[in-house]
């Protein structure tokens, strides 16, 4: 039964084929090259679907992708992704296929897949190289070698995360997951080093947070083109805040910990009324931090009678908002 849906897809191929190089014999001893090529696209783009078609039935015939065979399905996939480098689903499914036995060989497809102008809106394809890269990071090799496929596949999820919007949310983390672990054991600020992974994570979307920022007020910043991701991240404050706290939680003595928290204070809370204990931000007139119920230090309120201040007068009393006191001036007797 199979056998005979091979051959009969072999004799309309080789039909075919025939007929396209009958037909452009033709068309080039009658001076119409161009036309002549234009259907050999499209004829090339049909080959690369009967070629798909023998590629899953194959794929149905062996019952796992082995060191014996992963040549031969590499060469099938290049080959349909040759006739037809616009086949979107070639790339992802092919390449995930051979993406254990052959991750190098997954990668360079996924990468021509990348470069090709045609699909320049398609994020599964970076992000899939970026993941199979990272996946398959070799342990035996050197220290230098191993940072450069970690920032391949960096710049993969970079231009993944570019590409897709609304962003995906696994993209936007397993990018952040890349940018922290470059992190580890490193010195970040002066007087912190990174701890380990989740502190890195912190420390990765705190970088990108400010940087943002920056970008927002025009400061220079060179744009990856990531911010306007990070906009769209929902909660990314509070996303922070809750890491911050977590790790504070967890490690009470940790001094690069701490140093961390009060950078997130001096730099990141910076204008904003926090709880201390927990890091949340809380809104004028609260006594006590909604999250983790310590005290807080009351602001917002009328001077007069305590009402949370709306306007620049009390919609209470009528007083005016506090001005802060001056300095002591000098005169003063
Ligand atoms: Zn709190
Ligand atoms: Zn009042």
């Not at 690069?256 to 001096?266: G, H, P, Q, R, S």
């Amino acid at each position: 039964m199979k056998k005979s849906l091979i051959v009969h897809i072999l004799v309309i191929v080789i039909a075919a084929a025939a007929g396209s190089m009958i037909a452009s014999t033709l068309a080039t001893s009658q001076g119409k090259a161009r036309t002549s090529s234009k259907a050999m696209c499209g004829f090339n783009k049909f080959i690369a679907d009967v070629q798909w078609m023998l590629f899953i039935n194959y794929c149905g015939s062996i019952d796992s992708i082995k060191d014996q065979n992963v040549d031969e399905v590499y060469n099938r996939l290049s080959e349909i992704l040759r006739n037809d480098p616009d086949f979107q689903k070639a790339y992802e499914i092919g390449a995930l296929m051979i993406s254990i036995k052959a991750s190098d060989k997954a990668v360079e497809l996924l990468k021509q897949g990348t470069d090709n102008p045609r699909l320049s809106s398609n994020w599964k394809i970076p992000f899939l190289a970026g993941f199979v890269m990272n996946h398959n990071v070799p342990k035996d090799k050197l220290p230098a070698l191993i940072s450069k496929i970690k920032a391949d596949s960096q710049w993969f999820f970079e231009t993944a995360a570019r590409r897709s919007s609304p962003p995906e949310p696994h993209v936007i983390s397993s990018l952040m997951r890349a940018k922290a672990e470059k992190l580890v054991n490193k010195k970040w600020k002066e007087n912190i080093t990174i701890v380990n992974e989740k502190h890195a994570l912190i420390c990765a979307w705190i970088d990108e947070a400010l940087s943002s920022s920056k970008m927002r007020m025009g400061n220079g910043v060179e744009d990856s083109g990531f911010s306007i991701v990070i906009n769209s991240v929902k909660d990314l404050n509070q996303k922070i805040l809750q890491q911050a706290a977590s790790l504070k939680k967890n490690y009470p003595d940790n001094q690069n910990i701490l140093n961390t928290i009060a950078y997130v204070k001096t730099n990141y809370l910076k204008g904003q009324n926090y709880c201390d204990a927990c890091l949340s931000i809380y809104a004028p007139g609260d006594k006590f931090c909604s999250v983790c119920g310590e005290k807080v230090v009351v602001y917002g309120t009328c001077p007069q009678c305590g009402v949370v201040m709306k306007g620049s007068h009390c919609s209470a009393c009528g007083a005016a908002k506090e001005v802060p006191v001056p300095a002591p001036a000098l005169e003063k007797k």
